[in-house]
């Protein structure tokens, strides 16, 4: 599904990736692990083409958006959903409301949104909150909610970047066993983190990135740092 061959990016003449080749398949749970400021967002980032790249190839379903035009950038986006450490939620808005604004958003019928919207916020476990606002519910139930926006035009990869990053550990697991179903339920997930005991609990291939560079590979393994 995606393929990274020998991909450089760099910021100022220094290099934010270094050299990067790696190969990710459909349905593949992914763990891109590494300390703050080794790359990991510099990478989603140009999975998503909001950044160009200075060097290399990448090609995602044999597509090499290295070269995609602007205009296309919308048919790659479709295809991706991503969440974040920060999870600007709308203050003012229901947890349905907030799925339902970005489906509005992409142009869905009011009748498929009325449909979907409460399927959504099932998957996520929180239909019963679909009324509640932001701040009334936990920081772990608020990205479910920003992870139920993401899954609202159904993506088939789902980058998320340090998701766990403001939560405590009950929470930081309650994300991370939803993202783990999102993964069982046929999405492909990559989860950019530094939170090593994190990746250690579930065992899915974790690629280790340092100072640009992928400096380590494991099938179901262990993290240390
Ligand atoms: N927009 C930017 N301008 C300049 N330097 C950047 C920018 N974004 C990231 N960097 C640099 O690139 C490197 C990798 O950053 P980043 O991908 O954010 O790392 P991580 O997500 O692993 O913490 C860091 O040295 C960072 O300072
Ligand atoms: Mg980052």
Partial sequence: MIKFQSVVKEYNGQKALDGISLQIHH???I???GLSGAGKSTLLKLIIGEEKIDGGKILIDDVDISHVRKADLPYLRRKIGMVFQDIKLLPK???FENVAFAMEVCGH???KIKKEVPQILELVGLAHKADSFPHEISGGEQQRVAIA???SHRPVLLLADEPTGNLDEVNAMEVLDLLLKI???GTTVILATHASDLVNKIKKRV????EGKITMEQEKGKYKL
Avoid at 207 to 210: A, N, R
């Fill in 207 to 210: 690629i280790t990135i340092e």
């Fill in 31 to 33: 763990s891109l692990v």
């Fill in 149 to 151: 926006r993401s899954l």
């Fill in 27 to 29: 349905g593949e749970f």
């Fill in 93 to 95: 808005r229901t947890a």
């Fill in 109 to 111: 019928t009011l009748e």
């Fill in 183 to 185: 993964n069982e339920l």
